[in-house]
C-alpha cells in the first residue's frame, strides 16, 4: 500500500471518527434539551426575580400588569397613563393578554408574568430544535440551533425586560414555522393566530410566510391565505380597533399640566394612532409616510443605513454567525420588522436589547439554519464525496458556531451578568420600599420609571416626570421621586414639585423623595 493511500485513509478514518461523534440519535437529545431547558428557565427565571426585586423593570411592566389587574376588577384592560386613551387596546390590540388573566389571577404577582414569559421563551427552543434537526438531518445539529436561540442576546434581554407580548409572539411564530414547513395546516393557523393576538405589527410577520412560500413550493393555499388573513387583521387592527380606542388628547391651560419639563409638548399623537408617533419623521398619516419614502428615496436610505443602524443589523446577525445571508428566503420573515427598526429615528427601535427587534428573531434563527444547510452544501461540494460530512459540517465547523454563539453573548454584555453586576443597593432598594408602605393602596400615584412597578397593584399610575402623552397630574394624591433618575432628565419637574405650596415632603430616605398633594381629595 502506497504512503499516499494510507495517508488518504487515515484521513477518511480521522473524518469518520469526527462523524460518528456527531451523531447522537433522537432520544438523547430530546433528553438533553430537557435538561438545557430547566437550566435555562432556572437561570433565566432567577435573574428575572432579582431584577424585578432590585428595582431594575421600568414603565413598561406596569401597562401590562395594571391593564391584566384591572381586567381581574372587572374595568377591561384598562391603563390610565396616557392622555389619549384609557386602554391598553389604545396603544396596540393585544387580545392575548386575556390568555395571562388567569394565572395573574391565581398568583397576582409580576413574577407569575416573569416566570411566564421565561418558559415561553424557553420553550421556544423546541421548534428550532425541530426545524434544524429536520432540516439538517442531525439531532445534534437541532441541539446546535437550540442553543444558539438561546444564546441569542436578545433573547436573553427580552427575558429580563418587564413582560412583553413580542416575546410570546417570537415564540408562536417559531411553533407557527415549523408546522407550516410540516403542511399541518390546522396547527399552523392555530399558532399564527394566537401570534397575531399579540400585537399588530406580528401580523406583518405572518404575512411574510405567503412571501416566502412563493419565492419556494408556490403552494398557493399557503400563499394566499397567510397573506389574506394577515393584510385583513393589520389593517382592520391599525385604522378600526385600535383608533376605537383612541381619543384626541386633552388641550389643557399650563396651570393644569405641573411638573412638565420645557419644551415638553402636549399633543404627542400628531394622529388617532399612537402607532404612527414612531415614524413622525416621515409623516403624520400612514399615506404621508408612504409618500416620504416613495418621493424621497435617498433620503429614506440616509435614514436607514447610518453607522447606528448598520451596527445593530451586526448586532442580530453576529450570534448566528451571519448565516442568515446564505438563507435569504427565511430573511423574509424578519425584513418588515427590520424595516420597521430602520426607518424609526426612535433609538430604541434599533437596540438589540429592546423588544422591537423580537419578532425579527424568528426570521434571523430560520435563516441561519437554512444558510447553515446552504454552507454544508457548498463545503461538500469544495470537499468532494470522499469528505462529505454527513451529520453537517463536522465537529471543528459546529464548535465555531457554538464558540460565536457565546462569544457574541458575552461581547454584546451578557444580561443575566449584568442584573448580578448593576443594581440597586440593598439599602436604597429597603428605603423605597419603606416610602411605598406609606402611601394607602387606593391612592393615585406619579412615580419614576423604575420605582413604578413596586406601586402595583393600584389602578391609578402615572410617570414621573410627566411626559407629553401623561394626563394632569394635578390631582394625583402621591408622587414618589428617586432623585437618581430625575438627574438625568426631569431636574426642572422635581424643582417645581419642590417649590409647590401644593406639595409637601413627606419622607425622604436614600435619594428617594415622597411628596403628599394637599390639595387632593
Given at each position: ?7 488518504a ?7 469518520h471518527?469526527?462523524d ?8 438523547r437529545?430530546w ?6 431547558l430547566?437550566?435555562?428557565i432556572?437561570v433565566?427565571?432567577?435573574a ?5 426585586e432590585?428595582f431594575g ?7 401590562f400588569?395594571?391593564?391584566?389587574w ?11 397613563r396616557?392622555n389619549?386613551t ?5 396603544v ?8 395571562l388573566v388567569?394565572?395573574y389571577?391565581l ?7 416573569f ?9 421556544g427552543?423546541?421548534?428550532?430544535f425541530?426545524?434544524?434537526?429536520d ?7 437541532g441541539l446546535?440551533?437550540a442553543?444558539?436561540y438561546?444564546?441569542?442576546p436578545?433573547v ?13 409572539a ?5 411553533y ?11 396547527l ?11 400585537r399588530t405589527?406580528?401580523?406583518l410577520?405572518?404575512?411574510?410566510f405567503?412571501f416566502y412560500?412563493?419565492?419556494g413550493?408556490r ?12 393584510g385583513?387583521y ?10 376605537s380606542?383612541?381619543?384626541p388628547?386633552?388641550?389643557l391651560?399650563a396651570?393644569?399640566l405641573p411638573?412638565?419639563?420645557?419644551g415638553?409638548?402636549?399633543?404627542w399623537?400628531?394622529?388617532n394612532n399612537?402607532l ?8 403624520s ?9 416613495v ?9 436607514m ?8 443589523m451586526v ?9 442568515p445571508?446564505?438563507g435569504p428566503?427565511?430573511l ?8 420597521m427598526n430602520?426607518?424609526s429615528?426612535?433609538v ?5 436589547r429592546?423588544?422591537?427587534s ?7 434563527i ?8 446552504r454552507?454544508?452544501q457548498l463545503v ?8 462529505s460530512?454527513?451529520?453537517?459540517l ?22 443575566v451578568?449584568?442584573t ?12 423605597a420600599q419603606s416610602?411605598i408602605?406609606?402611601i394607602?393602596?387606593d391612592?393615585s400615584?406619579a412615580?419614576s420609571?423604575f420605582?413604578a ?15 407629553s ?26 424643582t ?12 425622604s ?13
Amino acid at each position: 500500500m502506497s504512503a499516499t493511500t494510507s495517508r488518504a485513509g487515515n484521513h477518511s478514518k480521522a473524518w469518520h471518527d469526527r462523524d460518528s461523534f456527531l451523531s447522537l440519535d433522537s432520544h438523547r437529545a430530546w433528553i438533553i434539551l430537557g435538561v438545557v431547558l430547566v437550566v435555562y428557565i432556572a437561570v433565566l427565571g432567577v435573574a428575572s426575580y432579582l431584577k424585578y426585586e432590585r428595582f431594575g423593570q421600568g414603565f413598561d411592566q406596569v401597562d401590562f400588569e395594571q391593564a391584566i389587574w384591572n381586567a381581574i376588577q372587572g374595568r377591561g384592560f384598562e391603563d390610565v397613563r396616557f392622555n389619549f386613551t384609557e386602554s391598553i387596546f389604545g396603544v396596540d390590540f393585544m387580545p392575548f393578554l386575556a390568555v395571562l388573566v388567569p394565572f395573574y389571577a391565581l398568583v397576582p404577582s409580576a413574577n407569575t408574568l416573569f416566570v411566564l414569559q421565561t418558559i415561553a421563551l424557553a420553550l421556544g427552543a423546541i421548534p428550532v430544535f425541530l426545524l434544524a434537526r429536520d432540516k439538517l438531518k442531525s439531532p445534534l445539529l437541532g441541539l446546535v440551533f437550540a442553543f444558539v436561540y438561546l444564546l441569542y442576546p436578545t433573547v436573553q434581554y427580552i427575558n429580563l425586560s418587564p413582560i412583553q407580548l413580542r416575546a410570546f409572539a417570537l415564540v408562536l411564530l417559531l411553533y407557527a414555522f415549523y408546522f407550516f414547513e410540516q403542511r399541518r395546516w390546522v396547527l399552523f393557523a392555530a399558532f399564527g393566530v394566537l401570534a397575531a393576538a399579540c400585537r399588530t405589527d406580528v401580523s406583518l410577520v405572518l404575512m411574510m410566510f405567503g412571501f416566502y412560500e412563493l419565492a419556494g413550493r408556490r403552494n398557493w393555499r399557503y400563499v394566499l391565505l397567510p397573506v389574506a388573513f394577515s393584510g385583513a387583521y393589520f389593517f382592520i387592527s391599525l385604522f378600526v380597533i385600535v383608533p376605537s380606542f383612541t381619543h384626541p388628547a386633552p388641550v389643557l391651560p399650563a396651570s393644569q399640566l405641573p411638573f412638565m419639563e420645557p419644551g415638553q409638548s402636549q399633543d404627542w399623537l400628531g394622529s388617532n394612532n399612537s402607532l404612527l408617533i414612531y415614524y413622525k419623521n416621515l409623516g403624520s398619516t400612514p399615506g404621508g409616510i408612504v409618500k416620504t419614502i416613495v418621493t424621497h428615496p435617498l433620503q429614506t436610505l440616509g435614514m436607514m443605513f447610518t453607522p447606528d443602524k448598520i451596527w445593530y443589523m451586526v448586532t442580530l446577525l453576529l450570534p448566528v454567525a451571519f448565516l442568515p445571508l446564505l438563507g435569504p428566503r427565511a430573511l423574509l420573515l424578519a425584513l418588515p420588522i427590520l424595516l420597521m427598526n430602520l426607518l424609526s429615528d426612535r433609538v430604541a427601535q434599533f437596540d438589540y436589547r429592546t423588544q422591537y427587534s423580537a419578532l425579527a428573531i424568528p426570521g434571523m434563527i430560520v435563516g441561519a439554519i437554512y444558510g447553515f444547510s446552504r454552507l454544508k452544501q457548498l463545503v461538500a461540494g469544495i470537499a468532494g464525496k470522499g469528505r462529505s460530512v454527513p451529520g453537517g459540517l463536522g465537529v471543528p465547523l459546529v464548535g465555531v458556531l457554538l464558540i460565536i454563539a457565546v462569544g457574541a453573548n458575552v461581547a454584546l454584555h451578557n444580561p443575566v451578568l449584568r442584573t448580578l453586576r448593576y443594581h440597586e443597593s440593598d439599602a436604597r432598594v429597603a428605603a423605597a420600599q419603606s416610602l411605598i408602605a406609606m402611601i394607602p393602596s387606593d391612592a393615585s400615584v406619579a412615580a419614576s420609571s423604575f420605582v413604578a412597578p413596586r406601586l402595583l397593584p393600584r389602578r391609578y399610575l402615572y410617570n414621573f416626570p410627566p411626559q407629553s402623552y401623561t394626563p394632569s397630574l394635578a390631582n394625583v394624591q402621591y408622587i414618589l421621586v428617586d432623585t437618581n433618575a430625575v438627574m438625568l432628565e426631569g431636574r426642572s419637574s422635581l424643582t417645581q414639585l419642590q417649590e409647590s405650596p401644593s406639595w409637601k415632603l413627606v419622607a425622604s430616605k436614600e435619594g428617594f423623595m415622597l411628596f403628599h398633594n394637599l390639595k387632593a381629595q
